[in-house]
């Protein structure tokens, strides 16, 4: 069955950078897109961007460019998520989805990985 | 890229229907027919409930169903079930850079 396992919790400090990973599972790794969706307390959900594991070409949402990297390592069927110059507005749930076919489509979801930014 | 608009709160009787709506522009959900809705229970990852405004995923309950007219998209949920009590959010493709773009959310109660 089509997994997406994520890694565990972060704290950070203001300034930092955090990296988290997404392991897929379950069906062809490079078929799919990934997005990165993140979600504040109590708040809503927020596109951060995609990436083609195939190809490695990504999108960002215009508010993280500059502040967000996505790569993949195809060999593990794994997924990462970079974002830079953490602040205490970044302090979130951070999920990858599975993109089926359209961009909107998230149909497989991670569990999350809660990102703590406190000094 | 502005959220998409949906009301904060709705709420229905077991057994009744209720529809909830989701307004952008013609820049997303007028522009595209790629709209979806996600149910999310506390503390859990979000499910897809509709894609491409209209269809349903294998394994998710004929109960649900969506449309739009013009820049409002809906998800309606027909016989209200305990087990719909959730938070439902939509989201729309935009053709900007921010390629997608969610509602606020809306928290179905059934009473």
């Known amino acids: 069955q089509v997994q997406l396992v994520q890694s565990g919790a972060e704290v950070k400090k203001p300034g930092a950078s955090v990296k988290v990973s997404c392991r897929a599972s379950?069906?062809?790794?490079?078929?799919?897109?990934i997005n990165w969706v993140r979600q504040a307390t109590g708040q809503g959900l927020e596109w951060m961007g995609w990436?083609?594991?195939?190809?490695?070409?990504?999108g960002y949402a215009q508010k993280f460019q500059g502040r967000v990297t996505m790569t993949r390592n195809a060999s593990i069927n794994t997924a990462y998520m970079e974002l830079s110059s953490l602040r205490s507005e970044d302090t979130a749930v951070y999920y990858c989805?599975?993109?089926?076919?359209?961009?909107?489509?998230?149909?497989?979801w991670g569990q999350g990985t809660q990102v703590t930014v406190s000094s | 890229q502005s959220a998409l608009t949906q009301p904060a709160s709705v709420s229905g009787s077991p057994g009744q229907s209720i529809t909830i709506s989701c307004t952008g522009t013609?820049?997303?959900?007028?522009?595209?027919?790629?709209v979806s809705w996600y149910q999310q229970h506390p503390g859990t990852a979000p499910k897809l409930m509709i894609y491409?405004?209209?269809n349903r995923p294998s394994g998710v309950s004929n109960r649900f169903s969506g449309s739009k007219s013009g820049n409002t998209a809906s998800l309606t949920i027909s016989g209200l079930q305990a087990e719909d009590e959730a938070d439902y959010y939509c989201?729309?493709?935009?053709?900007?850079?921010?390629?997608?773009?969610f509602g606020g959310g809306t928290k179905l109660t059934v009473l």
């Open positions: 989805a599975r993109a089926r076919g359209a961009v909107t489509n998230s149909d497989y």
């Open positions: 379950g069906y062809t790794f490079t078929g799919y897109d």
């Open positions: 990436m083609n594991p195939n190809s490695g070409n990504t």
């Open positions: 013609s820049s997303d959900v007028g522009g595209y027919n790629y």
């Open positions: 491409e405004v209209t």
């Open positions: 989201s729309s493709y935009t053709g900007s850079s921010t390629l997608v773009v």
